[in-house]
């Protein structure tokens, strides 16, 4: 009999998975763009909506710690992944209320949900491919897992572009809780083939009890966050990042706890991991700009407009967006240090909608005439498209390189994703120069080339650390490990809210860019320095 090349249960997960991204992605690819809306959302500044984007999607990332430890020692994970699903679906729909104390009341049930589900998803997954049968496959799995992901991610933007154009913002947040609940019934659906990798971790005596982790981690990361919350002067960016920064103290320690406690044979690959963990937080802190500074940038300095020949096409999709010229007058239209001059009144650049402040007079609509322009959020299935269309790719070549025995170790290809997304930094500091530091519409081409080289980085590194993670976590700590990868992911995610934060400040917006290319090229070194100690760790224990 032939063996199968993956586990019955793939398809299961990565139609939850994809469904789970569907609703994700369409939130976050209009979130920073309701925020600032004047007219149906609530007025945010870039640095306002920034900041509250930057701490959400890190709580997004961070709760995983929560969910992890409490699905290895309580509820399992398919329970906890069932239970997450539901919450944020609420979450998600929850959000067409448009009031702020709902806003906040529906990201807390993301954040919460997404503790539940995405740690003990990925694990589930990992714990599949633990069979002798499957485990050369792992990254492989891993890789197709995350193409599921993206899937949903690409698919979910156009969806949220014709709502929104069709029925406004709620049509759109609604949508997103329909894909998460879909996500779920998929779920329950395969629970057969996934039911016997649940299995719920015996405590060992080097681990901690669970209501001394809350009363020693939780309970102080909660007083931390005040601490940083109320300190009279901000010392990162806001009040809301000083928060989050000192809240994660308590956190971090009890991972160093956790390497000091374990016993001698497993040191070595928890230490490993943690290493990974730390550099990575580079990568994620450039990377989550995308629905912050690259939704800025694909909203007000890349040309959106939509040529003759397919707008027929567009409307009948519900996906144009119409934006009117009569609240401006050509004649007294003056750009000036990217700035609009009105007669004698300042428009700062935040201003939104702006889309009309770079371009060339000639150009322009006559008076009362629109423009028809591709959706904003549309330009973020771009990321998504490249990970669908290069994944097979990578795969094969991954899989070509095995059968040569020249595979990189999953260590080597995560130093591999480091410096090629370093490079897209510099697309996008071509992107600049081309468009005059943003006197002037830049093509899309520079949006998409630069994304094409992110998503190559992005495929070397973000699936590979979910394989790696489940590949060296002892099994009692395979959830928790999980977490703590998320918990990289949600330190990162935070800082890439800082870094939006300062685009404002940017008046050369090359800088920016030039900034973002030497935190991922220092990142980079950093691991290739610990590669010859990671692969020897890995060789060993993986």
């Known amino acids: 009999m032939s063996q199968r090349k993956h586990p019955k249960a793939l398809p299961f997960l990565f139609f939850s998975e994809m469904w789970e991204r569907f609703g994700y992605y369409l939130m976050i690819g209009i979130f920073t763009l309701y925020l600032k809306d004047t007219a149906d959302g609530f007025s945010m500044t870039e640095a306002e909506a920034s900041d509250l984007y930057g701490t959400f999607i890190a709580l997004v990332f961070l709760t995983p710690f929560i969910g992890g430890l409490l699905a290895d020692r309580v509820f399992g994970y398919r329970k906890s992944i069932i239970f997450g699903g539901i919450m944020m679906g609420i979450g998600y729909c929850l959000m067409s209320v448009h009031d702020i104390n ?81 996500g779920v019934i998929i779920f329950i659906i395969g629970t057969k083939h996934y039911k016997h990798a649940d299995v719920i971790k015996q405590m060992s005596k080097e681990d901690m009890p669970l209501m001394k982790i809350f009363a020693v981690v939780l309970l102080p990361s909660i007083a931390f966050g005040l601490i940083g919350y109320f300190l009279p002067q901000p010392l990162v960016g ?56 690259l939704n800025t940038w694909a909203d007000r300095y890349t040309d959106r407009e939509i040529p003759e020949m397919i707008v027929p096409m567009m409307s009948s999709l519900q996906l144009v967006e119409k934006k009117e010229k009569s609240t401006y007058v050509k004649d007294s239209f003056v750009v000036m240090d990217n700035q609009f001059r009105i007669g004698d009144k300042n428009l700062m650049e935040y201003t939104y909608p702006s889309y009309f402040k770079n371009m060339a007079p000639e150009r322009l609509p ?30 094969a070549f991954f899989s070509f390189l095995r059968r040569k025995g020249k595979e ?35 093509s899309p081409w520079w949006f998409i080339s630069s994304y094409a080289v992110v998503t190559i980085g992005e495929l070397f590194l973000s699936p590979m650390g979910l394989s790696l993670v489940s590949k060296l976590s002892p099994p009692r700590l395979t959830a928790l490990m ?61």
């Open 366 to 395: 006559a008076e009362g005439e629109s423009l028809n322009l591709y959706n904003t959020n549309l330009f973020q299935s771009v990321n998504p498209f490249w990970v669908v269309m290069l994944t097979p790719l990578l795969v």
């Open 102 to 182: 709902m806003l906040y009341l529906s990201m807390l049930l993301v954040i919460l949900g997404n503790g539940f589900f995405k740690p003990n998803i990925s694990t589930l997954l990992g714990n599949l491919y633990n069979d002798e049968e499957y485990k050369s496959r792992k990254d492989s799995g891993y890789s197709i897992f995350y193409m599921g992901i993206n899937i949903g991610a690409f698919v979910c933007n156009f969806f949220g572009a014709a709502l929104y154009n069709m029925m406004g913002w709620d049509a759109a947040f609604i949508a997103a809780g329909i894909g998460m609940f879909i």
């Open 238 to 293: 806001s009040h809301s990042t000083d928060a989050f920064l000192f809240g994660c103290i308590p956190i971090i320690f009890f991972y160093g706890r956790l390497l000091y406690k374990s016993p001698p044979e497993e040191k070595k690959p928890i230490a490993a991991m943690l290493a990974i963990f730390a550099v990575v937080i580079a990568f994620w802190a450039v990377f989550k700009q995308n629905g912050s500074t």
């Open 482 to 542: 999980m977490g703590g990868w998320f918990l990289a992911t949600s330190i990162g995610n935070k800082l890439s809210g800082v870094l939006s934060s300062l685009w404002d400040g940017y008046g050369d917006k090359a800088n920016f860019f030039w900034v973002n290319f030497a935190l991922l090229g220092a990142a980079a070194l950093l691991l290739v320095f610990m590669l010859k100690w990671l692969n020897k760790i890995f060789k060993q224990y993986a």
């Open 408 to 442: 990189p170790t999953t260590p080597e290809k995560i130093a591999y994703g480091l410096v090629i997304s370093a490079l897209s930094c510099l697309v996008m500091v071509g992107a600049v120069y081309a468009s005059q530091n943003g006197g002037i519409k830049s």
